[in-house]
Nanobody
Framework: VQLQASGGGLVQAGGSLRLSCAASGGAFSAHAMGWFRQAPGNKRDLVAAIRWDGGRTTYADSVKGRFTISRDNIGTTVYLQMNALKPEDTGVYYC?????????????????WGQGTLVTVSS
């Protein structure tokens, strides 16, 4: 499967963005999906993840109540709605497909990654 992330950009603090990750060429609907963020000089950390059927979502504490992950298994797309953005949300956002098992928070549990989309939040 190939993953194509889009929707990043420059936004002022308090604003919103919606990221999309389109999957093609392989299995998607049977896998959990995640969004990770990597700020300059930092490691890649989970922001949000969603179970294969959308029935369970997981969020980093720093984004709870502000970000919402969702998926469209018919259209093979996963979304990340980001509201009330803060400067510390700045980074490259990657979508990824999780293997059959493994912690949602562990990047090694994901076997396929998109190219990343840059989000910059100005203060």
């Amino acid at each position: 499967v190939q993953l194509q992330a889009s929707g990043g950009g420059l936004v002022q603090a308090g604003g919103s963005l919606r990221l999309s990750c389109a999957a093609s060429g392989g299995a998607f609907s049977a896998h959990a999906m995640g969004w990770f963020r990597q700020a300059p000089g930092n490691k890649r950390d989970l922001v949000a993840a969603i179970r294969w059927d959308g029935g369970r979502t997981t969020y980093a504490d720093s984004v709870k109540g502000r970000f919402t992950i969702s998926r469209d298994n018919i259209g093979t797309t996963v979304y990340l709605q980001m509201n009330a953005l803060k400067p510390e949300d700045t980074g490259v956002y990657y979508c990824a497909r999780r293997r059959d098992s493994g912690s949602y928070f562990y990047s090694g549990a994901y076997d396929t990654w998109g190219q990343g989309t840059l989000v910059t939040v100005s203060s």
